[in-house]
C-alpha cells in the first residue's frame, strides 16, 4: 500500500514538473530572440521531459536493455541536433545540398 | 544484466530481471518505434529545411499561435498522466476507476483536436497556409500527421474502456490496456518534440 502511495505521488510530481517545463517553454517562445544559451536551454527541457515520459510514464527505466536504450538515444540525438544545426548552419547547409 | 532489482511500477511484480521486462506486446513495440522513426524523419526535413532557409525558419514561430501550443502541450502531458494512472488504477483492482481516468484522456484528446482545428482557423485567419513558405509547408504536415494519430489514438481509448466496462481485463491480465497506453505515451513525445521545433525555437 506504502508502494503505490509513493509511486502515485511520484507521478503526480513527475506531471507537475513536465508542466513547470512546458510553461517555461511558452515563457521562452515569447522572447524576441533565441541566443545560443536559450536554445541550449530548450534542448535540454526536451531532453529532461522525453527521459521523464520514456522512464516513468512508459515505465522503461528496468526494462529491456535495447528497447529502453533506444527510446533514451532519441531524446538525446534530437537535443544534440537542435543545438548543432544552431551552431553550424552554414557547414550542414554545405554537406546537405546537392 | 541480470541484477534483481525492486520494481518502481506494479505491485504484483516485486523483483525483475532488469533487462528483461518489457511492457506491452512485440506488435505494439514494432508500431512504435515505426512511427517514432516516421516522425524523426519529418524532424530532420525541419532541420535540413531550417539551415537552408534560416531567414524563414526564424520569423516562422514568431507568427504561429503560441497559447495553442502551449495549451495542447500540458493538455498531451495530462492525458499522459491520467493514462498512467488509469493503468495504476488496474493494477490496484479497481477497474472502475481505471475507466474513469482514461475518460480523462478522452476528454483531453478531444480538445486537443478542438484546439488544433481552431488553430488552423486562426492561421488561416492570419494567411499563413502551407504554400505560405516552407516552414509552414513542415509545420502543417507534421502538425496534421500529428492531430492524425490523437484522433486514432482517442478511438483506441474508447475501445480500450469499452473493454474494460465489459469485464475484459482484470489486475493480472490487461496487455490491451498497456498497449494503448504505451502508444498514447508515443503520441506524447511526438508532440512535446514538435512543441519546441515550431514555437519555441527560433
Redesign the interface.
Known amino acids: 500500500m506504502k508502494a503505490e502511495l509513493s509511486q502515485v505521488k511520484r507521478i503526480n510530481y513527475l506531471w507537475f514538473l513536465l508542466i513547470g517545463l512546458t510553461l517555461f517553454s511558452a515563457f521562452m517562445a515569447e522572447q524576441p530572440t533565441t541566443g545560443f544559451k536559450s536554445v541550449v536551454i530548450m534542448a535540454l527541457v526536451l531532453a529532461v521531459k522525453g527521459r521523464i515520459i520514456v522512464d516513468h510514464f512508459m515505465e522503461l527505466k528496468h526494462s529491456h536493455k535495447i528497447v529502453r536504450t533506444l527510446m533514451q538515444v532519441y531524446f538525446y540525438v534530437i537535443p544534440a541536433l537542435i543545438i548543432l544545426i544552431y551552431l553550424f548552419p552554414d557547414q550542414i547547409a554545405k554537406w546537405t545540398t546537392l | ?1 541480470n541484477t534483481i ?1 525492486h ?3 506494479g ?1 504484483e511484480i516485486k523483483f ?1 530481471h ?6 506491452g506486446n512485440m506488435a505494439i ?1 514494432a508500431a512504435i ?1 515505426a512511427e ?1 522513426s516516421e516522425f ?1 524523419i519529418m ?1 530532420i526535413v525541419y ?2 529545411a ?3 532557409h ?1 531567414d524563414i525558419f526564424q520569423e516562422g ?1 514568431a507568427r504561429l499561435n ?2 495553442a ?2 495549451a495542447n ?2 493538455i498531451m ?2 492525458s ?2 491520467f ?3 488509469a493503468v ?1 488504477s488496474m493494477r ?1 483492482n479497481n477497474p472502475e476507476t481505471s475507466s474513469r481516468w482514461l475518460w480523462g484522456a478522452v476528454v483531453c484528446g478531444v480538445l486537443y483536436l478542438i484546439i488544433k482545428y481552431f488553430e488552423y482557423q486562426w492561421n488561416s485567419a492570419q494567411g499563413l497556409a502551407t504554400e505560405t513558405n516552407i516552414f509552414y509547408g513542415v509545420y502543417y504536415y507534421v502538425t496534421f500527421n500529428h492531430f492524425l494519430h490523437v484522433g486514432w489514438g482517442s478511438a483506441a481509448i474508447v475501445w480500450v474502456i469499452y473493454r474494460i466496462n465489459t469485464g475484459n481485463y482484470t489486475k493480472d491480465e490487461h496487455e490491451g490496456l498497456i498497449n494503448m ?2 502508444y498514447w ?1 508515443m503520441i ?2 511526438a508532440w ?2 514538435i ?3 515550431m ?4
Open positions: 544484466m532489482v520494481s518502481e511500477y505491485r525483475h532488469r533487462s528483461d521486462r518489457v511492457p513495440w518505434l517514432m524523426a524532424f532541420f535540413l531550417k539551415v537552408h534560416p514561430p503560441t497559447l501550443g502551449t502541450t500540458v502531458l495530462t499522459s498522466f493514462v498512467v494512472r495504476f490496484n497506453a504505451l505515451h506524447d513525445l512535446i518534440t512543441f519546441p521545433l514555437y519555441v525555437i527560433r
